[in-house]
């Protein structure tokens, strides 16, 4: 393979090096959380998915809570995001005067950089008392009677806080996305469209959205990846406690939470680390997976380009 | 003469026999225009953090925003009462450095193999493996880091939570970024280029040296930005490789090796019951915006002028 006669040769073996150094990255994550989960999985098996009960001091585990946690705040954050992104996307491509993108295109692309505990902050301080003294005092007088929106504890902190903000934080991935599978439409479809007597309006229904549907997708199936992960924000807002939320407004934990409250306290005990480990691997299955349904459909709508906001800010 | 006009019939017809509904035509206006303020509106809102943040971030802590809170160690009880995050801003730069030291050499090089070396095969499965890890959660790589840099027990380096395991997983997350941009960059170059070189009779490092590097300079430059732009902002990776000093490391491994951070810094006052820790990690916020935003401005605007020089030639 290598030839060290020739310079290039040497330079290549050089190079590959480093790319032998990326691939033993990627494989040292995936080794380490099954080599230091395995305990676990041994031990619990399947129904450590669906066990409620998380309790270290009679070393019961389950992640039942957790996952149902996560799973609450993503998809609570994918519904307010995916119709507000859609909307800008839209806004940015085909109405906002042609001088003026640039400029609101970086402000969206400018929330994919602000870090996750600014966010969080930004959370404590503003969202959470706006919950706390606006929002959850009018559902407890007028839809009270409804379950799902039911008020427990009048504290500001909960699922509904967390997946406000984590709905900023994945909003700028979709929107983004959205922009560029629209403007991946051919202009000459649309202009037929138009010269038929087409609003805007049914352009981007009729011809835009059904040509750049695939691509919008794949952007939602990011910011899912996104959201499942997010971690600090989340741990800032979500209430910490390990119960499952009955209502829009009640408290929860979710996996990235407890692995940022409890791991280092969890390492004293074998079984206990293992067991976080193995929510680790849970959360890295889960954004692998996605990741690969998310770029492979990206891959042949906007071919392999990146736009600055993929890259989230910690 | 008895010839009819041509056009005065077409006109008549075309008046007659084409349908219009004027209703039907209004109401998609209509429609057209309410479509169009829902999305200035979900603009609006969408845009209204951007803003929002750095104004309450500014309001809440404008009486911190000083040069003494940038240039003194945090004093007082609790920690950080008086003084200010000179050890979260100088533990930044030791971060920002062991990431890079790791992250420069591994993500430029990988991407320089993939496009000049690399075949299909090759770069398509590299290709994906960064992909993948730029979607790893943060907090997977702390624990990542966490058993392969930090633990005293077992596997691994046994750095103690210090400057470098946390540097280190920092780099990791660096590394993918910077591939994907560098091979980006290179491929961006036009091919008569590097062909231009070589069929001058330079080899590939030559034409790396005097050609690629030369015209990717300004994408490479955007990848690095990118990359600590990204690190600069991560907490969950330190909490279990670096934690948190409140003084001055005293080395880069070991006790004593751990380091400020600012984003740790702001997520411990966060937690702490003290206003006077909340206005502080409200001024501490302003000011890491302020590094984020600046890197973000100075991106793009390395962005814009290496496509202007491009044009240029």
């Known amino acids: 393979m290598f030839n060290l006669k020739y310079k290039d040769d040497f330079y290549k073996l050089i190079l590959s090096v480093f790319i032998f150094g990326i691939i033993l990255i990627f494989l040292t994550v995936v080794a380490v959380m099954l080599y230091y989960s395995y305990p676990a999985i041994i031990r619990y098996g399947l129904p450590f998915l669906w066990t409620k009960e998380w309790n270290p001091p009679k070393e019961i585990f389950g992640a039942a809570t957790f996952i149902a946690g996560t799973f609450m705040v993503t998809f609570l954050a994918l519904i307010f995001a995916v119709p507000l992104s859609l909307g800008i996307g839209i806004f940015l491509e085909e109405y906002c005067p042609a001088f003026l993108r640039g400029f609101f295109t970086i402000i969206i692309e400018i929330l994919a950089g602000i870090p996750s505990v600014v966010f969080g902050v930004w959370g404590v301080l503003t969202i959470v008392p706006w919950l706390r003294d606006s929002i959850e005092p009018f559902f407890e007088k007028h839809f009270s009677y409804i379950p799902f929106l039911k008020v427990e504890e009048n504290i500001g902190y909960g699922i509904l806080a967390a997946s406000f903000v984590v709905t900023f934080m994945i909003l700028p991935i979709i929107a983004s996305i959205t922009k560029d599978s629209l403007a991946s439409v051919p202009k000459i479809i649309k202009d037929g469209a138009f010269a038929t007597g087409a609003t805007k309006l049914d352009v981007i229904r009729d011809v835009s959205l059904p040509h750049a549907y695939k691509g919008i997708y794949g952007g939602i199936v990011l910011g899912f990846g996104r959201a499942v992960g997010e971690t600090i924000a989340v741990v800032l807002l979500i209430g910490n406690q390990a119960v499952i939320p009955k209502s829009l407004f009640g408290v929860g934990y979710t996996i990235s939470a407890v692995l940022a409250n409890t791991f280092t306290f969890a390492v004293i005990s074998h079984i206990y680390a293992s067991s976080e480990v193995e929510l680790a691997l849970i959360l890295l299955l889960v954004s692998l997976i996605i990741n690969l349904l998310g770029r492979n459909v990206l891959k042949r709508v906007i071919g392999g380009k990146f736009s600055r906001s993929q890259f989230g800010g910690g | ?313």
């Open chain 2, 1 to 313: 003469m008895n010839e009819p006009d041509k056009n005065k019939i077409d006109k008549e017809d075309f008046h007659l026999n084409f349908p219009i509904n004027k209703g039907y035509i209004k109401r998609r206006k209509i429609y057209n225009n309410i479509a169009f303020i829902l999305a200035v509106v979900a603009f609006i809102i969408g845009g209204f953090p951007v803003f929002h943040i750095v104004y309450s971030a500014f309001i809440v802590g404008y009486k911190y925003l000083n040069w003494h809170f940038i240039s003194t160690l945090p004093t007082g009880f609790p920690i950080g009462a008086q003084g200010g995050i000179l050890n979260a801003i100088v533990g930044d730069l030791y971060l920002i450095v062991i990431a890079s030291c790791l992250a420069l050499p591994l993500g430029i090089g990988s991407g320089f193999y993939l496009s000049l070396f690399g075949k299909k095969g090759i770069n398509s499965i590299i290709r994906l493996l960064n992909e993948l890890m730029v979607g790893i959660p943060s907090v997977v790589w702390g624990v990542m880091g966490f058993y392969v840099l930090s633990t005293n027990a077992g596997l691994g380096f046994h750095f103690g939570f210090s400057a470098l395991a946390g540097g280190l997983t920092l780099g990791f997350i660096m590394t993918p970024i910077i591939t994907l941009l560098t091979e980006q960059a290179v491929n961006r170059i036009p091919a008569s280029y590097i062909e231009g070189a070589l069929s001058m009779g330079a080899t590939k490092w030559q034409a790396t040296k005097s050609v690629v590097v030369k015209a990717a300079m300004g994408g490479i430059f955007t990848g690095i930005l990118l990359g600590v732009l990204n690190i600069i902002g991560q907490t969950a990776p330190l909490l279990f490789t670096n934690y948190y000093n409140t003084g001055m490391p005293t080395g880069i491994t070991g006790p004593g090796g751990a380091v400020g951070d600012l984003a740790m810094l702001i997520f411990i006052y966060i937690h702490e019951p003290s206003r006077i820790l909340h206005y502080k990690a409200e001024a501490a916020s302003f000011v890491l915006l302020f590094f984020v935003f600046a890197l973000d401005i100075g991106m793009r605007l390395i962005t814009r002028l290496t496509v202007k020089i491009f044009e240029f030639f």
